[in-house]
Structure formats: C-alpha cells, structure tokens
C-alpha cells in the first residue's frame, strides 16, 4: 500500500490513481480492492514496481510516503488470487 502524507484533503483517490498507472504499464496481474490492491507476480519484479510507485508521488509533490508491502510466497504449489479465494469458498460448502 502506497500512501501519501501531509496533503492537505482526506481523499485519496487521484493519488491512488497515480500509483496504479504506474502498475499498469508493468503488465504484473493485480486486482484493486477498496482498501488496497493486490499484486501477483514474480516477486523481483514486483519489489521493482513498488518502488516506481513509492517514487511516484514524491515526483507529484507528495513530501511524505508510506509504502508498505506483504508478501504470501509459497514454493511447494503456486499461488494464485483467484486460487486462494477458491479454496475459502470450497470450504464454506463444508
């Protein structure tokens, strides 16, 4: 999650924009969520376009930006979005 400081309004959104144009032009798979954006992908390039989107902001004017990063990695089987959700509901049929 890329989040500005210190600028002024409550809103978010044109900033949260900004970062995700950034995200496009990397053609990693994502999925915008009303409370962050999840990224899937190889984890190198993923680290290299977060900071582009860290950056980005400071390049808009931000003086302060917060980034943080989660990462799931698993090595015995991949690891999907749609997987991981698939799973959750195959369960609650249970």
């Known amino acids: 999650m890329v989040t500005p400081l210190g600028t002024g309004s409550p809103s978010l959104s044109a900033y949260v924009a900004k970062v995700h144009k950034v995200?496009?032009?990397?053609?990693?798979?994502?999925q915008?969520?009303?409370?962050?954006?999840?990224?899937?992908?190889?984890?190198d390039e993923i680290l290299?376009?977060?900071k582009e989107m860290h950056e980005i902001l400071f390049k808009e004017g931000v003086k302060r930006?917060?980034?943080s990063i989660r990462i799931d990695e698993r090595r015995d089987?991949?690891?999907?979005?749609?997987?991981?959700?698939?799973?959750?509901?195959?369960k609650l049929k249970e």
């Not at 915008?32 to 984890?43: A, F, Q, R, W």
């Open 48 to 50: 290299k376009v977060a």
């Open 77 to 90: 089987k991949e690891l999907t979005m749609e997987g991981k959700v698939k799973a959750v509901i195959e």
């Open 65 to 67: 930006v917060v980034t």
């Open 32 to 43: 915008l969520t009303p409370m962050s954006t999840i990224v899937e992908g190889d984890v």
């Open 23 to 30: 995200l496009e032009k990397s053609g990693l798979k994502y």
